[in-house]
């Protein structure tokens, strides 16, 4: 498995976070490394997207920064210039995807049918974003579809919270999950990090208990 999945897979949860400012990349980042979760999943639905990524790959080296809803090369290109060391992306893009692979770049595409998969297979992908996991039918549907793709894992996102993503973790063919409970931007535009960390540390004792 690639370097960054499997630091991935160790966190269990991928934090995803729309930041309007670029001022509150650097806390943010903070109340997510002292909750325990150094990672994560920028989102680029903001200007303020790759700023962030740079500020917050500066100011926390050891974080594990990845962009999210990444739809052009050009936003590829500009959040690996900022920093960041996966890209994920709604649906899969076959440009996208085979220009992440010539350059080296993790990619997990959104997938949520099998014609979706067999892109990615076919592309040498080894872990997919199932999105939107909860309204495309949760784990139920994670379990159906990948029993004929032996091998492939799975990073599902959508709908997955605090109350949910044991259920998710605990299923051996999901590398981890992505959520944005603990970094909502309510709480960002609050300047609340204080409850962002003492939700982080929650999710990372729901991860450790999933996997006992």
Known sequence: MHEV???IQKLGIVPVVVLNDAKDAEPLAKALCDGGLPCAEVTFRTAAAEESIRIMAEKFPHMLIGAGTV???DQVDRAVAAGAKFIVSPGLNPRIVKYCVEKGVLLTPGCCNPSDIEQALENGLEV???FPAEPAGGLKMIKAIAAPY????FMPTGGINAANVKDYLAYDR???CGGSWMVKGSLVDEGNFAEITRLTEEAVAIVKEARK
């Open 174 to 176: 999901i590398v981890a």
């Open 150 to 153: 032996v091998g492939l894992k």
């Open 128 to 130: 997919v974003k199932f």
């Open 5 to 7: 999945l499997e630091q």
């Open 71 to 73: 739809l052009t090369t």
